[in-house]
């Protein structure tokens, strides 16, 4: 197997770094960069909504076509799985995940989207790649396409996925419900990446153990006894009763968890009552819930059930009028990237980029479902990256105070296309290529 390294420089921000690479990876990423682009800008502007990504994924799934690929379509809804066999050795699965977000977008870029679509719940709403998934696609593709055009430097097998509806949580479920595992090559090692809208484009964050956390969204419905306003003494009010939970639901982080142990506990919505002098039967709370042990998460949901038992029992109301809690389907589990392939991988990537542009990230509450593909049993070793996106010159300016700079699911969220591309394709590939090369 040819081993042979060439040096190049590696230019992002004006900052000079010597990296190295094998030539035909960085030869693969250089002549294929104008054709990525040219994807990545079409993916932008038609952009699909989740479990309703039929274009995309029917893009996705011809591009693997053309490249060898044995390809599946609507596993778990939309999703496809490519094959792409060549001898013996591991088997390593890489994931993109394809939705889109309902954002109407505001970048002014000439390839923003104008997609306009009905959501499930029939109203009119935009659709944007705000969360960079149109970034992940093309990486994916250029990582495919530099991995089966040299087929004689490593030996293995290729599962490529294209997951649908990340954004809600339930397109790595749906996926592995539809028997992913069970009809494809079982992975040795599962990959991934994500954007990231303040790291400077091309840099590179890793973060080992958990780096994502549980997310669940709670729906609490308080019920009471409606009446006039006049007379609340004739009544049980919902809203003082729900302002008496929210508050009460404060203290559970705060002293019914060790302080060593993260989470977090959001009332993000509440809805009640139609008139300022009516007392309403009842209020809904919405709740989003943030954790990384599993024993937290339950801990949390626990302590909700109870809170809102015994606060209405001091509202005296009956067991048959406590409030309805109910955990959503939509649970995302926490994130956990093995340490030792996060470790092994961390050193490529600093072999090639150089350590400046490898920072260690701290974890995060926001959730990710790439998590499923690690908590089946057999476990599969996991390893989700993060790429850094944001031009560098936007960061100054807000360093300064002179700029804000656009988060992810922001309606101005902008990635820097060539080095942001160019680094991923480079990263993902020494990635799997590194495992497929070891023999693992």
């Not at 770094?17 to 002549?31: C, D, F, I, T």
């Not at 479920?173 to 400077?200: I, Q």
């Amino acid at each position: 197997m040819r081993t042979m390294l060439a040096v190049i420089v590696w230019l992002i921000g004006g900052l000079g770094v010597v990296a190295q690479v094998p030539e035909w990876l960085s030869e693969a990423v250089r002549e294929d960069y104008p054709w990525l682009e040219g994807v990545y800008k079409e993916l932008h502007a038609h952009p699909e909504l989740s479990f309703y990504e039929y274009q995309t994924a029917a893009r996705l799934a011809q591009e693997l076509r053309t490249l060898g690929f044995e390809v599946t379509e609507q596993v778990g809804g939309t999703g496809i799985v490519g094959v792409l066999r060549n001898g013996e050795g591991p088997v390593i699965l890489v994931r993109t995940d394809m939705d889109a977000l309902p954002v109407v977008e505001a970048t002014g870029l000439p390839y923003a989207s104008t997609v306009r679509t009905k959501d499930e719940a029939g109203k009119e709403v935009g659709v944007m790649h705000a969360c960079g998934h149109d970034v992940h696609m093309t990486v994916w593709l250029g990582t495919a396409r530099a991995l089966a055009r040299h087929r004689d430097q490593w030996s293995g097998t290729l599962v490529f996925i294209g997951q649908p509806a990340e954004e809600r949580g339930g397109g790595a479920k749906a996926m592995l419900g539809d028997g992913l595992y069970e009809r494809f090559p079982y992975p040795d090692y599962a990959l991934a990446l994500h954007v990231s809208s303040n790291l400077p484009a091309g840099t590179l964050g890793y973060c080992p153990g958990y780096a994502m956390a549980n997310v669940d969204m709670v729906d609490i419905l308080v019920r009471g006894r409606g009446g006039h306003g006049a007379y609340p003494h004739t009544t049980i009010d919902p809203i003082v009763l729900s302002a008496r939970i929210i508050m009460a639901l404060q203290t559970i982080v705060s002293r019914e968890l060790s302080p060593i142990e993260p989470a977090v506990l959001t009332v993000g919505a509440i809805h009640g009552g139609t008139k300022g002098n009516v007392i309403p039967d009842e209020v809904a709370l919405q709740l989003t819930l943030r954790s990384y042990k599993e024993e937290v998460r339950l801990a949390l949901i626990e302590k909700i059930k109870r809170i809102c038992q015994g606060e209405a029992m001091s509202a005296g109301l009956s067991q048959a009028q406590w409030p309805q809690v109910k955990v959503r389907a939509e649970h995302t589990p926490a994130l956990y990237n093995d340490p030792s392939l996060t470790q092994e991988i961390v050193q490529v990537f600093r072999a090639a980029f150089g350590d400046s542009l490898v920072v260690q990230l701290d974890p995060e509450m926001v959730g990710e479902d790439f998590a499923r593909y690690g908590l089946t049993e057999p476990r599969v070793p996991i390893f989700m990256f993060r790429l850094g996106a944001a031009n560098p010159v936007l960061i100054e300016q807000a360093q300064r105070g002179e700029a804000v700079l656009p988060s992810l699911h922001s309606a101005q969220f902008a990635p820097l296309p060539e080095p942001t591309i160019q680094a991923g394709v480079q990263a993902m590939t020494m990635a799997v290529y590194h495992l497929l090369r070891q023999g693992h």
